[in-house]
Every structure is written in C-alpha cells, then in structure tokens.
C-alpha cells in the first residue's frame, strides 16, 4: 500500500506542476527557464550571499588612512586587496564578453605597485569601479539570453559559468583576507 500512494503524490506533483506551467503560460507569462535557479544561486553567490562576506561589510566604511597600513606577518594592506581584487575581477569580466580584450601581465599586472592609494579619490574610485563592474557581471549572469554553459570562442574551454564561478570564489577569498586585517588594525 504505501507504494501506491507514493506513486500517487508523486504523479500528482508532476500534474500540479504541469498545471502551473499551462496556467503561467494561460497569463501571458513564459515558463520559468530551466536555469534559472542556477542564475539566481550564481547571483546570491556573487552579492556576497550565504557564508560570504558582502563586500560592503568588509571595505565600505574603512578609513581611508588605514587603506596602506599592514600588519605583522600579512603581506598585503586593504589598498593592495582592494586594487588586486578590483583588476582581476575586472580582467574576468571582459574575457568573458570581449574576444579582444587582453589581460594584464601575470602576476606584475594584477597588483598594484604601492602599498596605499595615491589619494582618497583614488581609493573611492577603485571602490566605485570594482562595484561597476561586479553588477556587469551579475548582468551578464541574469540575461537569459547568455548562454552560461557555450565555451568562450576565443578561449580554451572557460564558460560563463566558470568565469562567474572564479568572480565569487575570488572575491570571497580576497574580502575574507580584508575582513581578517581589518580585525588585524581594529577597525
């Protein structure tokens, strides 16, 4: 017997799900794409979602003054993370939609060459574009029409998917090593 009714609420839930699907399309409305889970996960993942940290919670209220200080036994101060962070995403960003774009030279080019901005302009400026740049790559995960799975023509097998993947993990490993110097300096 209990097979029976197993059967019966798993046909059910197919049907209720097959009449959700007409109904939608009933409103006017397309089905839901099959990916789109995976793009809102990739999204969550990206805002700083789930066990990361958000990027506004580790950098958006450092003073400025304390963006080149380093700490004992930490190589990099919150302007060299911010900056590394800024450019690499940046570089994954237009690899993944431009077939032109060239990237900076490994490792010299990926980070900057002092230890403390050049100036509270500079340091604002550094936070606005690796936020620019962030929502573009959301966007580019968002628009159904990208295709997250298609290889990168002018690649070597790297997705969308694998470039937004290598955004998140990046970031979140960088804004952990800020979240620790910032307890580091006592901020």
Same mark, same amino acid.
Do not use: C, G, T, Y
């Given at each position: 017997m209990p097979k029976k009714k197993s059967a019966v609420k798993k046909r059910n839930a197919r049907s209720v799900s097959a009449s959700e699907k007409v109904k939608s399309a009933a409103r006017g409305r397309p089905p839901a794409s099959p990916d789109k889970s995976l793009r809102d996960n990739l999204l969550y993942l990206l805002g700083g979602g789930g066990a990361h940290a958000h990027f506004d919670h580790a950098l958006g209220d450092w003073p400025v003054q304390l963006a080149g200080v380093k700490v004992a036994n930490f190589p990099h101060t919150a302007w060299m993370l911010l900056e590394h962070? $800024?450019?690499?995403?940046?570089?994954?960003?237009?690899? *993944? $939609?431009?077939? $032109?774009?060239? *990237?900076?030279p490994w490792p010299e080019g990926y980070w900057p060459t002092a230890e403390a901005p050049p100036s509270e302009k500079a340091w604002n400026d550094a936070m606005t574009a690796f936020k620019k740049d962030l929502r573009a790559m959301e966007q580019l995960v968002a628009n159904p029409r990208t295709d997250l799975y298609a290889r990168l023509p002018w690649g070597d097998g790297q997705t969308v998917l694998r470039e937004a993947l290598l955004v998140a993990d990046h970031n979140a490993y960088h804004l952990g090593q800020l979240v620790m110097l910032r307890k580091s300096i006592g901020i």
């Open positions: 962070m $800024r450019i690499a995403q940046w570089d994954i960003l237009e690899f *993944s $939609r431009n077939p $032109r774009h060239v *990237s900076p």
